[in-house]
């Protein structure tokens, strides 16, 4: 190491291997300011050079270096000036709007009960990625398609969703409706959608069969130990 350290400030145009060398040793774990003071060079330097050759620093040292900054920023400044402190009013606290400036602003403030231009009212419809929804409560949009199957048939089940049967997202009749669990749903989206169109039934009975083997499989009474 003695023979990396300079007496003088000087600045050489590249970087021996002997610097390299201590760069890819210590720039993880070592201070920039450190690294710089020992080999002579600025500061930013050392980070150009780091990032040239693809040094990071550690994690740990990351972490305790967020730590020292942290710290020596409350020992130099304990309370900031744009803080509040403890028990602060704001300097309108208590006040009142007076008459004059009510009457300024009475034009251009919105009246009480005013609505939006856009407003929906409920039972309006309106198109969201290419589905239709219904407005059925202040702020709640469903699907159209199930509407249209609660209308009809009530709730739905927990774990199952309406199911176009044509695949048209824009077909919302009660005819073209069924519900299907979510975990078929998975599947037609994963895996079928990827399978030619005279392969797909089969593909279903498959699945179909897999997951009736697996749950017999689960339900079976483990063996007993010998």
């Known amino acids: 190491m003695e023979n990396i350290i300079k007496k003088k400030l000087v600045h050489p145009k590249f970087y021996t ?7 890819r040793l210590y720039y993880a774990t070592v201070h920039n300011a ?3 003071m020992i080999l002579n060079r600025p500061i930013f330097s050392i980070g150009a050079k780091a990032n040239e050759l693809g040094l990071k620093k550690c994690k ?6 967020m730590r020292r900054v942290s710290e020596i920023g409350r020992i130099k400044c304990p309370v900031r000036k744009s803080h509040f402190k403890v028990g602060n009013k704001t300097w309108n606290s208590g006040m009142k709007m007076s008459r004059e400036y009510i009457d300024k602003i009475r034009n251009t403030c919105f009246k009480k009960g005013n609505m939006p231009y856009n407003y929906k009212m409920i039972g309006d419809t309106r198109d969201y990625n290419g589905y239709k929804e219904i407005k059925v409560d202040h702020s709640k949009w469903i699907s159209f398609a199930r509407h249209t199957w609660m209308q009809a048939h009530g709730e739905i089940p927990q774990g199952y969703v309406v199911f176009r049967i044509d695949g048209n997202c824009r077909n919302d009749n009660l005819e073209n ?3 299907v669990k979510r975990s078929d749903i998975a599947v037609q989206n994963r895996w079928l959608k990827s399978v030619p169109e005279q392969y797909r039934e089969v593909q279903k009975l498959i699945h179909q ?3 009736l083997t697996n749950e017999k499989q689960n339900k079976r009474p483990s063996q007993p130990s010998v």
């Open 177 to 179: 409706l069924c519900l």
């Open 60 to 65: 740990e040292f990351l972490k305790m270096n």
């Open 209 to 211: 069969i897999k997951k």
């Open 34 to 36: 450190d690294i710089a």
């Open 17 to 23: 291997e002997a610097e390299l060398d201590y760069l």
